[in-house]
């Protein structure tokens, strides 16, 4: 089991706990792309840990998490593949019909710095300040690395122009405002969320 691999990938990987029947493993480089690679419409796919399988098509993403779920009944249900079938213990994957923006909640969270990919990096360390400060989502596997975001599509519209709002203000000086800081406890602002909800034909 390896997250964020998907199906027909080859790739390098570091095993990161064995057990009886299965091992888990971190994903370290992509040899070869995955079956079904589409477009991902998100520039922030690849270091973001909100989606994990936006680059698949979506039927083979609902097959893909189908066979997880399926692996996992069996590796750490200790089911067989036979029980699942007689008894009808899983059942398929109920397809949606609406791939993006339809999360009512989406949370934010704040930090001192934005992470940027190794691309993207300068020489030496990223400046301070509040020009720096992040407003985004954890980068995968790190709880002290937040990717600054400006637009989620897994939220709504009206959730995406109040964060842009947010984005463009909050860092002004003459607010005060400081993000937390997870190690030195300091700061005053760590999360931001955002609900929608639909009302008849009103969306707030």
């Given at each position: 089991?390896?997250?964020?691999?998907?199906?027909?990938?080859?790739?390098?990987?570091?095993?990161?706990?064995?057990?009886?029947?299965?091992?888990?493993?971190?994903?370290?480089?992509?040899?070869?792309?995955?079956?079904?690679?589409?477009?991902?419409?998100?520039?922030?796919?690849?270091?973001?840990?909100?989606?994990?399988?936006?680059?698949?098509?979506?039927?083979?993403?609902?097959?893909?998490?189908?066979?997880?779920?399926?692996?996992?009944?069996?590796?750490?249900?200790r089911f067989s593949q036979k029980e699942l079938e007689?008894?009808?213990?899983?059942?398929?994957?109920?397809?949606?019909?609406?791939?993006?923006?339809?999360?009512?909640?989406?949370e934010f969270s704040f930090g001192p710095y934005k992470?940027?990919?190794?691309?993207?990096?300068?020489?030496?360390?990223?400046?301070?300040?509040?020009?720096?400060?992040?407003?985004?989502?954890?980068?995968?596997?790190?709880?002290?690395?937040?990717?600054?975001?400006?637009?989620?599509?897994?939220?709504?519209?009206?959730?995406?122009?109040?964060?842009?709002?947010?984005?463009?203000?909050?860092?002004?000086?003459?607010?005060?405002?400081?993000?937390?800081?997870?190690?030195?406890?300091?700061?005053?602002?760590?999360?931001?969320?955002?609900?929608?909800?639909?009302?008849?034909?009103?969306?707030?």
């Amino acid at each position: 089991m390896c997250d964020r691999a998907l199906p027909g990938e080859r790739f390098i990987g570091r095993i990161t706990r064995k057990k009886g029947n299965y091992a888990e493993a971190t994903k370290l480089q992509t040899l070869t792309p995955p079956f079904h690679t589409v477009y991902a419409p998100c520039v922030y796919v690849p270091h973001c840990g909100g989606c994990k399988t936006q680059n698949l098509a979506y039927q083979a993403q609902v097959k893909a998490k189908e066979e997880q779920v399926r692996d996992l009944i069996i590796h750490v249900g200790r089911f067989s593949q036979k029980e699942l079938e007689l008894h009808g213990i899983m059942k398929p994957i109920v397809p949606c019909d609406i791939q993006f923006h339809y999360r009512n909640k989406m949370e934010f969270s704040f930090g001192p710095y934005k992470w940027l990919p190794k691309e993207l990096l300068h020489e030496g360390n990223v400046d301070g300040g509040s020009e720096n400060y992040a407003l985004g989502l954890h980068v995968p596997g790190f709880f002290d690395k937040i990717i600054n975001v400006d637009k989620c599509l897994l939220q709504t519209d009206p959730a995406n122009k109040v964060l842009a709002a947010i984005q463009e203000c909050w860092r002004d000086p003459q607010l005060g405002f400081s993000p937390y800081n997870v190690h030195s406890h300091v700061g005053f602002l760590k999360h931001l969320m955002l609900r929608s909800g639909k009302y008849l034909r009103y969306e707030i």
